[in-house]
């Protein structure tokens, strides 16, 4: 039994179905959570629910959109990249491994709603979907991967590795210093989640999680 546990076996049958389960638990407890995040950002500032952003890549390379609690303002992502008034801090943006401290883009709403991953609760469908996993590596933009790894040529071979599995809403990374940590040490970690996947590293990843989204530690 342990063999099905860990590895291969793990990952193509037992993980999926703890996914379909937790997931369908986790957004009936997240429910009322939900619904008053969603009607904050109603209040707070004019816009979608949803953050409208462009696609992630997934597992294998396959490109998915990913749900998300809108917690910046409308076009966010495009003006960042298109607006010539935002071209210093995109460039800051690139340079900083694609993480910005200071960000003027974010909501008043969305500055809590990211410090305690609150906005991170729809990709419980993509979960559903067989898009995502509740463990697993981050899910990047496509841009963003590719600058990121002429940054970090040394990076390609892991990029591949973490690219094998379906990423998560939570990880190693993530219980492990969040946005503090560079792409570079990002990818080895998740590099190093996807050698030893299991179903007790998992359920230990689980459980740190709420810790970090209460103290908001590593959130920017």
Do not use: C
């Amino acid at each position: 039994m342990v063999k099905f546990l860990k590895g291969n076996s793990y990952q193509k049958i037992f993980k999926r179905i703890f996914d379909i389960v937790a997931s369908f638990v986790l957004l009936i407890f997240f429910s009322p959570v939900s619904l008053l995040t969603a009607l904050a950002i109603k209040i707070d500032s004019s816009g979608p629910i949803l953050a409208d952003v462009p696609e992630r890549i997934g597992e294998k390379g396959k490109k998915f959109k990913m749900y998300k609690f809108r917690s910046m303002i409308s076009n966010a992502h495009y003006l960042l990249r298109t607006d010539p008034r935002l071209k210093k801090l995109f460039h800051e943006y690139k340079k900083s491994s694609y993480k910005l401290k200071k960000d003027p883009r974010i909501t008043p709403i969305g500055k809590f709603i990211r410090k305690h991953s609150i906005d991170e609760i729809p990709q419980l469908l993509n979960v559903l979907k067989g898009e995502m996993s509740l463990v697993g590596p981050r899910a990047y933009y496509p841009d963003e991967l590719e600058n990121q790894m002429v940054e970090y040529p040394r990076t390609k071979k892991l990029v591949n590795k973490v690219l094998s599995v379906k990423p998560g809403i939570t990880g190693l990374w993530q219980v492990s210093g969040r946005s503090e940590v560079n792409f570079d040490k990002r990818i080895e970690i998740d590099a190093k989640y996807v050698d030893n996947i299991s179903l007790w590293k998992d359920l230990l990843i689980i459980l740190k999680t709420p810790i970090i989204m209460v103290s908001g530690k590593g959130a920017i």
